[in-house]
C-alpha cells in the first residue's frame, strides 16, 4: 500500500488538492504549519521512502545487514536536537539499541531542551 501511495499519480494529485487544516471550532492550539515529518523516514542506504520507526529498523535488518556504509540515522537527523551530518560508525547497533521506541511518546517537541529538563526534574521530584 505505502509504495502504490508513493508511486501512484492520482494519489500524489489527492494528497497535492487535499484541504488546509481550519478548526472546526476556536482553538487556542496553533493550527499547523510546516511541521518536520518524524512519523516516516527514508532509507539512508537505498532511498526507501515512508518508513516509520520499526519498519527501517526491519527495512535495514532485512535488506542492509551487511552493509559496511557509514550513514546519518534520519530519525536522530528529523529531532530538533539531531546533528543532520552525523554518521553513525554501526547504523544498525544503532537503530536497535537507541530507537526501541517512538519519541513521539515521550518527548514535546513545543518546548526546548532546557524546559524538558526542568519539567522532567520536577516530575522526578514530585513522584517522591
Known sequence: MRSHIASCSKVQEQIANCPKFVPVVPTSQPIPSNIPNRSTFVCPFCGARNLDQQELVKHC???????????VCPVCSAMPWGDPSYKSSNFLQHLLHRHKFSYD???????DEEAALQA?????LAEN
Open 61 to 71: 535488518m532485512d535488506n542492509h545487514r551487511n552493509d559496511p556504509n557509514k550513514v
Open 120 to 124: 522532567a526534574l520536577a516530575l522526578s
Open 105 to 111: 511518546t515521550f518527548v514535546d517537541y513545543s518546548i
